[in-house]
């Protein structure tokens, strides 16, 4: 609860503005493509709890509903106080998931308001790089201040996400029965 009025005092100290900005984290990965699109999460599927800056500055995570199997598909993102719900635009197995966010009710909307995100995978040989990105309109302003807070922000988030692919990856591999 702190957080929120922290962020909502940030809000009120600094003017709002419309500035449009995204940004990509990647890591390579030692699997097939296709293992790691199997494997894809959003951050409220992430198991393991999320760092501290983000737990600081970030709605806390409840839950997702619907799945990300069909272009159109909305899925509604659970918080411990408010949503978010994406709609699924692009889905090109396993290479690229893309959505936009049609709905923003988390309490920092002053701050900041998701626009969409992506989760694109190369294959590289035997590794691939997977390609996380977040698009937002930032409210804050000065930019020269905020931006680099933002961007830290975001990486943490995509890591935490990365870091959860990997959890369910391991996962999956032991739920697989031994090659005989």
């Known amino acids: ?13 600094f003017p709002p503005g419309q500035s449009t900005d995204a940004v ?12 790691m699109w199997d494997n894809i999460v959003f951050y409220e599927d992430v198991e393991h709890p999320p760092p501290l800056l983000l737990r ?13 199997k069909d272009v159109g598909t909305m899925v509604e ?10 709609r699924i635009t692009e889905i090109d197995p396993p290479r690229l998931l893309r959505f936009d966010v049609v709905g ?16 694109a995978i190369q294959p590289s040989g035997d590794h691939c ?11 804050l302003r000065p930019r020269w201040l905020w931006r680099s807070f933002e961007r830290l922000l975001a990486h943490q988030l995509h890591r935490h996400i990365l870091a959860g692919m990997t959890a369910t990856a391991r996962q999956s591999r032991r739920a697989e029965p031994a090659s005989r």
């Not at 984290?25 to 699997?31: G, K, L, S």
């Not at 993102?77 to 994406?86: E, I, M, P, R, S």
């Not at 790089?129 to 409210?139: I, M, S």
């Open 129 to 139: 790089e997977v390609a996380l990105t977040t698009r937002y309109r930032a409210h």
């Open 56 to 68: 600081m500055f970030l709605p806390t995570p409840v839950r997702t509903d619907g799945g990300a």
């Open 24 to 35: 990509t984290t990647t890591a390579t990965f030692r699997v097939q493509p296709e293992h």
């Open 77 to 86: 993102c659970t918080y411990a106080h408010g949503k978010l719900v994406k």
């Open 104 to 119: 923003q009710h988390l309490g920092i909307e002053r701050c900041i308001t998701t626009l969409g995100g992506s989760y």
């Open 1 to 13: 609860m702190q957080a929120k009025r922290w962020l909502w005092l940030v809000g009120h100290l």
